[in-house]
């Protein structure tokens, strides 16, 4: 009964670690680094062959033993997933908002311009459905969304925002 519990902790822990950094490898091949993302795989694949080999090689007395071979498994492989998307989170990148204003005002510029974030301002034109607008596009670190978010909501409550992750970043000005 021991082997059996000790087992299934291992794998259980071990595809955490595994989904972990699959997840985690992933956002490293969106962000080009492939060289970091390799040596992740590497250990990955080790990792789950070892565990796999050693989950498929155990003899269970029973149904009963299987099924719990197969929960730690798969509980391993959804925490794993979970975990993975959490430490993912915390990588810093950079990220592309875009901002339709709901109409056409300088202040809002101003005070966004104010608070350190550079904009690209693209007038647009009044048409049956509404009148003057801008679009303004803003490169900002991913720690700094929401605050981003927030000032925005607060300039201008019914602005439409699309953010997209940003691969790679060439000049300009990012706020620090």
Same mark, same amino acid.
């Given at each position: 009964m021991l082997?059996? /519990? #000790? /087992?299934? /902790? *291992?794998i259980f822990i071990f595809r955490i670690i595994d989904v972990s950094m699959a997840t985690f490898r992933t956002v490293i091949v969106v962000k080009g680094k492939s060289l970091l993302a390799a040596l992740i795989a590497l250990i990955e694949g080790m990792i789950w062959f070892l565990i796999v080999r050693e989950a498929l090689s155990f003899e269970a007395a029973n149904m009963i033993e299987s099924l719990c071979i197969a929960v730690a498994y798969a509980g391993g492989f959804a925490a794993g997933t979970y975990i993975g998307t959490l430490v993912s989170k915390r990588i810093e990148g950079m990220v592309q908002v875009q901002i339709i204003t709901s109409s056409k005002d300088d202040s809002v510029i101003q005070k966004i311009q104010d608070e350190g974030y550079a904009l690209t301002v693209i007038k +647009?034109? $009044?048409? @049956? &459905? +509404?009148?003057? @607008?801008?679009? /303004? &596009? $803003?490169?900002? *670190? +991913?720690? *700094? #969304?929401?605050?981003f978010k927030e000032l925005i909501q607060e300039l201008d409550s019914k602005a439409f925002l699309m953010v997209n992750e940003t691969k790679h970043v060439y000049n300009g000005f990012i706020k620090k």
């Open positions: 082997s059996i /519990l #000790l /087992l299934c /902790l *291992k +647009s034109e $009044a048409t @049956k &459905f +509404s009148g003057e @607008k801008y679009m /303004l &596009f $803003a490169e900002i *670190k +991913s720690s *700094k #969304l929401n605050s």
